[in-house]
């Protein structure tokens, strides 16, 4: 089964085309990824209107690079999958109507994807992981950790309760004068810095269930940033290495008590699984590591570059919902929200499921 992907949720303009192996086991036959961030850098965040007419230009070529490099037709093609959100209403428009397009003329089937769940499955192309295991997103929109039970099948567990934690490290790095994305920035200089200068606060940390916040800590380090300005090399660098120390020890206690969760509810997870641009963070990549040992599971971390947004996850998303017989109509609309308990699941599971 060949499937071609399109991403355009955000900044990212992605296309891939993947083959998925009746044994399950898939292959990324081309992976294209346009960014955008020079165009929003100056701007310090993504500009919708900006990343939208991005889209509209970049995306028929990318479309056909990925075609070229997969050395595939779309007459091959066993169906057409593209993001459908949740994500910037503009972006969607222009990838879910250039794969209707595609579908149509080519008489495809249509799978509009749901971008969480792209995520989800990631990896399930990269590492084969069986169901079911426990998944950490982390991303500039997307805070979750959510039980990954089937394909269609996912029940979170919890999830920030005002801003993502890539958010969080882009208005740090904003606040201190740095670059954009904040991420990566925050991690060079807290590499230089002292992480036990300045007491941040670990919000939600010690409480039941596994939900985050991010607001409290952000306001901590723009006080303290405030207290002592103007700030020096130094000074920066303290601040950034006590930030992601205060995010690392808060990701690790609520994995602890989500992996809990977890095992109370569905029994032990067959891995822990990172994916989202904050799984980048070596910090917390070697947390993730240590938390994954203490719980006795394994932990998937897929490559950094399927981590990020990619048009891979979405076509994989989109061959798997397909071996289920999961297709939508060419009515399908983009949905700037879209949580991941209410995409649609196979027939078997629907029925199973209590009435909404
Ligand atoms: O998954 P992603 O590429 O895009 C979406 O947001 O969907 O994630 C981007 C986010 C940005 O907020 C960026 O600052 C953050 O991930 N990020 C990092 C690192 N690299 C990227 N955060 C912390 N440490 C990093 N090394
Ligand atoms: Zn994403």
């Not at 989800?120 to 039970?149: E, I, K, M, N, W």
């Not at 690392?248 to 994995?255: G, P, T, W």
């Amino acid at each position: 089964m060949i499937v071609l992907g399109i991403e355009t949720t955000c900044d990212e303009t992605a296309t891939a085309v993947v083959e998925r192996q009746p044994d399950g086991h898939g292959r990324i036959l081309a992976d294209v990824v346009l960014s955008q961030i020079a165009e929003h850098a100056k701007f310090g965040g993504v500009v919708p209107e900006i990343a939208a007419r991005a889209h509209v230009e970049a995306l028929d070529l990318l479309i056909a690079q990925a075609m070229r490099e997969a050395s595939c037709e779309f007459a091959r093609l066993d169906g057409i999958a593209a993001a459908a959100g949740p994500g910037l209403m503009g972006g969607l428009i222009v990838g879910l109507t250039t794969a209707k397009a595609i579908a149509l003329v080519h008489e495809k089937p249509l799978i509009a994807v749901n971008h969480l769940e792209a995520h989800a499955l990631t990896a399930r192309l990269t590492h084969d992981t069986p169901f079911p295991y426990c998944l950490f997103l982390a991303s500039g929109g997307h805070t979750q950790v959510v039980a990954v039970l089937g394909v269609g099948d996912y029940v979170r567990l919890g999830t920030t309760l005002d801003d993502a934690i890539g958010e969080a490290f882009d208005k740090t790095a904003k606040v201190l004068g740095l670059g954009y994305p904040g991420g990566p920035e925050v991690e060079l200089y807290a590499a230089e810095g002292d992480p036990s200068r300045f007491a941040l606060p670990r919000p939600m940390a010690g409480r039941e269930g596994a939900d985050f916040s991010l607001s409290g800590l952000k306001t901590a380090l723009r006080l303290e940033a405030k207290k002592i300005a103007p700030l020096s090399e130094t000074d920066v660098c303290d601040l950034c290495a006590s930030f992601q120390q205060a995010v690392a020890e808060m990701v690790i206690d609520r994995l602890y008590s989500g992996l809990g969760l977890f095992r109370e509810r569905f029994g032990a997870p067959t891995a822990l699984v990172a994916a989202g641009g904050v799984a980048a963070n070596q910090a917390i990549r070697g947390l993730l590591h240590h938390i994954a040992t203490e719980c006795e599971t394994e932990l998937v971390l897929p490559p950094a570059e399927l981590c990020t947004d990619n048009g891979a996850m979405i076509a994989w998303a989109g061959a798997e919902r397909l071996a289920h017989g999961l297709i939508d109509s060419l009515d399908a609309g983009p949905r700037a929200r879209w949580p991941l308990d209410r995409v649609s699941k196979p027939a078997a599971l629907a029925a199973e499921a209590p009435p909404a």
